[in-house]
């Protein structure tokens, strides 16, 4: 065999060193949603508050989001990306949920059992 040629077995431990060094960037890629517990905004204005999670490694479902009616505004679903999940023991796909302030007040609510409050001004 001459020296510049790899062996079967040598070509296929450097195809799967390969793609082990470029699974985690392909993941690493998305775009990491981040829950915020607190915000404050003025009417009008809108910020992503929550990552939504399906059965773990899954983007959830339409059906499976379940978004309160609020009084001091909106949430609506944005783009899919990852968030950190305690329940999946570590990053797990998601979609962004956004909060629009619609009302001057102050409010408190759940998603996913997590908490989340949010202050309206004028």
Known sequence: MSPTRLSPLRLTLAFGALALLVTPLAAQSQREIKYRERVTLNVG????????RGDCGQLPTSGQVELPQLKTGTLS?????IRMSKRCNGMTPAVEVIFTATTPGRESFELQGDGISVRVRN
């Open 45 to 52: 204005e809108s910020v992503v508050v929550y990552g939504y």
């Open 77 to 81: 679903t944005g783009k899919d990306g």
